[in-house]
Structures are given as C-alpha cells and as structure tokens.
C-alpha cells in the first residue's frame, strides 16, 4: 500500500494494522534470521567458545538499542500525534533535533567504550578464557555502534511517516549484507569473531544509507530542517522511557542469567543460553512486530482523538500477538532437537553428546513465557502511543527488574539450573497480570475511556 494511501483515520483497522505488521515482520525476520545465522558462522566455524563469548557481549545490544528507543520511539510517537494533530511541522522539528543529538553523543560514548572495552568485559563476566574473544568482538562494536543506534532510528521514524514497506527494504538490504559479509569474513577469510562483529556493523551501516536518503529528499512528511532545540529531545526522552527501560532491563536481565549460569553450569551453561537467545530473537521478534503495528495507528488516531479506534487497534493486537506466542511456541519445541546441531559443530557434540537434549529441555521451559509476552509487549506499547509513559514503564519494569532478575537468583536454589529457566516464564505470568491492571484502568478511568 502506498504511503499516500494509508488512511489511519478511517481506514479498517484489521487493514490497517496487516499494513503495518506484513512490512515489520518481513523485517524482523530477516533480522532475526540473520542474528541466527550469526550464531551458526560463529558456532561452526569459531567454536562454542566463541558462542559463549558473543552471548557474554549480548547485553551490549539491548544497551545500544535502549539508547536510540530513549528518544526515537518518543519522539516518533510524538511526530505521528503531531502529524494528526495537523502540525507536521512540529514532527520535522522532534525528528531533527534527535537525530542531531544522537549522531554526537552516540559517537562520543562509542569511543570511550573502545578505550574501556577490557574493563567493560569483565564487567559483562567474561572468564579468563572468554576475555580475549569478547575484547576482540565488543572493540568492532563499540567503533560502529553509531550505526546500530542510528539504522533503527530511522527505521522507526520512516514507519511514522507511512513508509513501513521501504523500512522492511532497509532493515532487509542490511540482514543480506550481514550474511554476505559473515560468509566472507569468518568461512573464507578466517578473521573469526572480528569479522563477525565487521558484519554487524557493515550491515547496519548500509541499511541507514537507505533510510538516509528518505529523510534527506524530503520524500515524506518527516525530514530534516536546520533545527535543533533540546527540549524536543528531553521531551521525546520522557515518552521513550518505557521502551528504553524495557531495553536495558533485558540487557540486566540477560546479564544477570548469564551470571547464574557461570555459577551453576560454568561456560557450558552460558553456551546453552546463547543459543536460547539465538533462536529465541526470531520468536521475540515476530511477536514484537505484531505489537509495534499498534503504535503508529494509535498514535495519529491519538492525536485525532479517535478513542474506539484506539480501543479496536489494540484488543485486535492483544488477540493476535496471543496466537502467535502459542504457535511459535509449539513450532520451536518441535523443532527443538535439531538447534544444536546447526549450532555446534560434529566435534562439540560428539564431545558433549547431552549438549542437544538439555538445549531441547531448556527451551521446552522457558520459551512458555513467549506465549504471554505479546500481552506485555502491546500493553506496553498502547500505554506508550497514548503517551502514559509511567503507567507504560511500569509494566515493561514488571516483566524483567520487578520478576524475572529476583526469581532467576531464587529458583536456583529449589531446583538448580531448571530454576534458571523457569524464571522467564513464571516473570511473564507475574507481569501479565500487571499489565491486564493497567490497561483496565486506562479502559474504564483513563485515557481510553469512552465518554
């Protein structure tokens, strides 16, 4: 559909959303799919310590992304409330004093997380044996990040601006390169770990390129102006809380699993829960997709104070995300068996024959929490489009810092390492229900109320 023929103020809202949902999980595969077929050149061709060490470096991406959602999901929202407000103006004005702000300061901190990238390994928990291997990938990341926090920016922005088709192209064109460039670096040019993390970086960077050009021609609402104000972006910052707290609390709450395990099951523990994480971002994504289709959609008919459509977009999420988190669930403990194989070498598994079985039981654990993570996830993100970012931060508190970090140190001790795993799905139950709160009360007393 093109961008001058999405009517979010009267078109159907089941159109509507499908319009959004199609493109983003497109995108979020591809995405997804290529963090996957990371983890296998890594695996496969590096060794499971090699896995290991890019799991130990895992919490630095949900760190990078939070940093980009702090202001773009905020001001984003607020470009799109603007937008339908009739001021577009407004949102060319948020857009640009953002994305000048992150473009400085992104660069800066990446910097000096290079010179710092030791310490900052061993504050991951990285071993003696893991420290050279996370130094070597982190030090790439850290030197490209700017383009890891500035792709999905723009990506987002572009979403708002009613071209959702051409930020699946980006987010596509980048997934590709990264696997193009993961095949050349690490199978045929051997530069193991740091050509893994050169991909990341090279693939990102290609993807902002595209989106670039969108901003730069003015081919849309959004686009630069010679404009920079810091309230936009303090302002955008206090609505992007929610998602940007939701980020770094899945970078705490992966560290501090990373950290149970080492305790309990050394690096062969972590090994295990890198490849839950591997497999466990396409299930992740496919549900997040279906979540943020609600956001552009509420945001304008925020703006426009179509409350029922409002109501409609998001009972059809809810409803939606819900089936998906019950059919991945079922597709990946079936096909659960066959994970460790296509990420570990003949020689690991051989050496470890029980390696596949407890991966297979792992994830028949703690995947369940992947059928109510849509209820948090949309939850979430309404709260988020209707700009309640504290009743919003609330609920992506509850699911990782307020459940999953305290019962991931707890469980343990009852029943050992099943513990650890069955700390994200009894945290999703315990969040859910916060969630369900939340959202009744904004249906009978708050925003969403019908008058």
Known sequence: ?????????????????????????????????????????????????????????????????????????GGASLSSYHIGKGK???????????????????????????LFRYEMARF?????????????????????????????????????????????????????????????????????????????????????????????????????????????????????????????SASLMILAFNHALREIAGERGIAIYSILMYTGIVVFTVILSSAQSIQPIASFNYGAG?????????????????????????LSSVFAPLLVSIFVGEAEILRDPMLAADVAHAIGIYYLGFVLLGVNLCSAILLQSIQRPWHALLVTLSSSLLFAIPLVFTLPKFWGIDGVWWSYPCAMVASSVIACCVILYEFKKGALRLS
């Open 88 to 114: 577009p103006q407004r949102a060319r004005m948020i857009f640009s004093s953002i994305f000048y702000f992150a473009l400085l300061s992104g660069s800066i901190i990446g910097i000096v997380l290079f």
């Open 1 to 73: 559909m093109a961008a001058n023929k999405i009517d979010l103020r009267n078109q159907s809202i089941i159109r509507l959303f499908f319009t959004y949902f199609i493109p983003s999980v497109c995108a979020m595969l591809a995405l997804s799919t290529n963090a996957t077929i990371d983890g296998i050149f890594v695996g496969q061709m590096v060794g499971a310590d090699a896995l290991a060490a890019v799991g130990i470096a895992w919490p630095l991406f949900p760190v990078m992304i939070a940093y980009e959602l702090l202001f773009s999901i």
């Open 124 to 248: 991951l928990g990285a071993s003696a044996v893991l420290e050279p291997l996370v130094v070597e990938y982190i030090g790439v990341i850290f030197l490209g990040g700017i383009f890891i926090v500035l792709q999905p920016m723009l990506d987002i922005f572009a979403i708002n601006d009613k071209r959702p088709n051409l930020a699946m192209f980006a987010t596509i064109a980048a997934s590709l390169l990264n696997i193009v460039l993961n095949y050349i670096f690490i199978f045929l040019w051997g530069w193991g770990l740091f050509g893994a993390a050169l991909a990341t970086v090279l693939g990102n960077a290609i993807g902002f390129f595209v989106l670039l050009r969108h901003f730069v021609l003015r081919q849309g609402e959004i686009y630069f102006l010679r404009y920079f104000n810091i309230r936009a972006c303090l302002v955008s910052a206090k609505n992007g809380i929610p998602q940007s707290v939701a980020e770094i």
């Open 306 to 330: 179509c409350t029922q459509r409002i109501r409609s977009v998001f009972s059809f999420g809810l409803v939606f995300s819900l089936l998906l988190g019950i059919v991945m669930y079922g």
